[in-house]
């Protein structure tokens, strides 16, 4: 089966992100989520996105055509380069410019599943919330339909027997930005049939993306074994006021030459993401007094609960006016 009909569940800042770029690159888009307001901010991060892949096509084109002058060639041998690729350019700006309208967003799941090959679960990293969309999403899909979780840290084995359908559930995590960070880590379970895993595959490249597979399950995957406890021993440091957020990522931008440090970071990807990512850990462990908890409290009181969720709304760690 080939991947066509996509429903990603979540309009959250990376559910929007892999709904456009697999609209992008074709293919037929649903986003569903619960009700018309977590909608409505979807649509607004659709558009937010195609500003922003406008601009990198456009600076594409830029660049392009500082060298363009230095690429000798007989012209009468080959097409003209620079009349393909500036067609090229004009024919992703005109799909582009389509793509928000051209998304479906629902809020009824069986209408939002009804024709999907493969439905993304983009949900809040909270067990709860996911073991309930399984059981839902499970009664009104149809048979064909591959599930797969884009969850952070939770591993499928933990929700497989709720989807109904285990040998046709799979891990399928993308990193943030995706239309920059094009990785996606692809992690079955014990009953994740080969041909599951095989069909998922084929539809990262189809959309782009660098399918990283692993071999066993592993919570956080690859990236987020390194990333998270990295992000988390920042955290700890805000939480004990050993330096304000700028010393402690300027230390990491400065000393290694990374580009960003963990606490930008943090608001890129969302703290209600890092939040819940915290709040799973002190579930877990079930101790009121272990660092994810009490992490997991500062977040919430300082940040979830003032609106400071990031730079997708203009406050976290930092004050932002460009919220891309």
């Known amino acids: 089966m080939t991947i066509n009909h996509l429903t990603v569940a979540g ?25 018309e307001e977590a909608l409505e901010k979807g649509k607004e991060r659709l558009q937010r996105l195609a500003t922003i892949y406008r601009q ?51 809020t009824d ?11 993304i679960e ?12 399984y059981k839902d999403l499970g ?16 591993l499928p084995s933990q929700f497989a027997q709720l989807t109904g359908r285990p040998e046709q559930f799979i891990a399928l995590h993308f990193a943030n930005n995706i239309w920059q960070n094009n990785i996606v880590e692809v992690m079955g379970h014990a009953q994740t049939s080969d ?17 990283l597979q692993l071999h066993k399950e592993q919570a956080g995957y690859v990236l987020n074994s390194i990333l998270v406890p990295f992000l988390e021993n920042a955290l700890i440091l805000y939480n004990k006021e ?14 290694t030459g990374a580009p960003m440090g963990p606490l930008e970071i943090i608001d890129i990807v969302g703290i209600e993401t890092v939040y ?43 004050t932002y006016t460009d919220k891309k």
Not at 109 to 119: F, M, N
Not at 122 to 133: G, H, N, T, Y
Not at 204 to 211: D, N, R
């Open 122 to 133: 983009a949900v809040p990293e909270r067990v709860a919330i996911k073991e309930s969309f």
């Open 242 to 255: 050993i330096a304000d957020p700028k010393t402690i990522d300027w230390a990491w931008k400065l000393g």
């Open 139 to 154: 009664k009104v899909a149809p048979a064909k339909t591959i599930f797969a979780s884009n969850s952070s840290t939770l």
């Open 195 to 211: 041909e599951t895993y095989k069909q998922v595959v084929a539809f990262a490249k189809a959309i782009s993306m660098v399918p």
């Open 276 to 318: 819940n990512i915290m709040k799973n850990y002190a579930d877990t462990n079930d101790d009121p007094k272990s660092t994810h908890a009490k992490l997991a409290k500062m977040l919430k009181e300082q940040f979830i609960d003032t609106g400071h969720t990031g730079k997708t709304v203009g406050q976290g760690f930092y």
């Open 56 to 106: 990198e096509i456009q600076t594409a084109k830029s660049s392009y055509s500082d060298q363009a002058h230095n690429i000798h060639y007989n012209k009468n041998l080959l097409p003209n380069l620079d009349d393909i690729f500036l067609a090229k350019v004009d024919a992703s700006l005109d799909l582009v410019a389509q793509l928000p309208d051209n998304i479906r967003l629902v």
């Open 109 to 119: 799941l069986e209408a939002a599943v009804q024709d999907a090959d493969l439905v």
């Open 11 to 35: 309009s959250g800042v990376l559910g929007s992100q892999i709904a456009f770029q697999a609209a992008y690159k074709g293919l037929d888009v649903t986003i569903y989520d619960i009700n």
